[in-house]
């Protein structure tokens, strides 16, 4: 069974970057694909970004150029690292594991998540 | 981007109820539908996938239907465990997005 697990600081002060870790047990993180999704009071559930196998990324157009999203094979991890946040960011942010749709779409659903972890943007 | 309008946002239900939540889509999306459930203070938990799919070990209350751009989610004979939030989520296309949610509550 996959299990994800969030880690990083919960507090992050504006124009600082953010830096999240997902730790994934009971599957390989380079066999996989992955995402992370945020949610917040006023968005809702927000796609960040995903993660192919391959290394390849595809990230939410409103967070390109401040996105990245890697793996960390040694670990078993991937990361998520958001720069110059402002506290529009705040938010409960989850990783999870994306089972690709068909041929025909490049993304898919989310059939494994971490339990989350908030983190908010201030000074 | 491809906008979704969830409805109703609120549903006040009984336990043994059958209900329904709507998903509607700005543009056609085939059959790239997922549905999810979140409890207070959880991570949102798959219900259904490619719009009809049950995933593994959700009970067969839970169903799904459409295609193109509206689609439903019933659950029959609803359970207390049920009382929940529930999104679905479209991936027909990138970014994928999410339904604004429907909080199903007790009557």
């Known amino acids: 069974q996959v299990q994800l697990q969030e880690s990083g600081p919960g507090l992050v002060k504006p124009s600082e970057t953010l830096s999240l870790i997902c730790s994934v047990s009971?599957?390989?993180?380079?066999?996989?694909?992955w995402s992370w999704i945020r949610q917040s009071p006023g968005k809702g559930l927000e796609w960040i970004g995903d993660l192919y196998a391959s290394g390849t990324t595809n990230y939410y157009p409103s967070l390109r150029g401040r996105v990245t999203i890697s793996f960390d094979t040694s670990k078993n991890q991937f990361s998520l690292s958001l720069s110059s946040v402002t506290p529009a960011d705040t938010a409960i942010y989850y990783c999870?594991?994306?089972?690709?749709?068909?041929?025909?779409?490049?993304?898919?659903?989310?059939?494994?998540w971490g339990q989350g972890v908030l983190v908010t943007v201030s000074s | 981007a491809i906008w979704m309008t969830q409805s109703p946002t609120l549903l006040s239900a009984s336990t043994g109820d059958r209900v329904t939540i709507s998903c509607r889509m700005s543009q056609g999306i085939a059959t790239y539908l997922a549905w999810y459930q979140q409890k207070p203070g959880k991570a949102p938990e798959l219900l259904i996938y490619?719009?009809?799919t049950l995933q593994s070990g959700v009970p067969s209350r839970f169903s799904g239907s459409g295609s193109g751009t509206d689609f439903t989610l019933t659950i029959t004979f609803l359970q207390s465990e049920d009382f929940a939030t529930y999104y679905c989520?479209?991936?027909?296309?990138?970014?994928?997005?999410f339904g604004g949610g429907t909080r199903v509550e007790i009557k």
């Open positions: 989520q479209q991936y027909y296309s990138f970014p994928p997005t």
């Open positions: 009971g599957a390989s993180v380079t066999r996989n694909y």
């Open positions: 999870a594991r994306l089972q690709k749709g068909g041929s025909g779409v490049v993304t898919g659903w989310l059939d494994s």
């Open positions: 490619d719009t009809f």
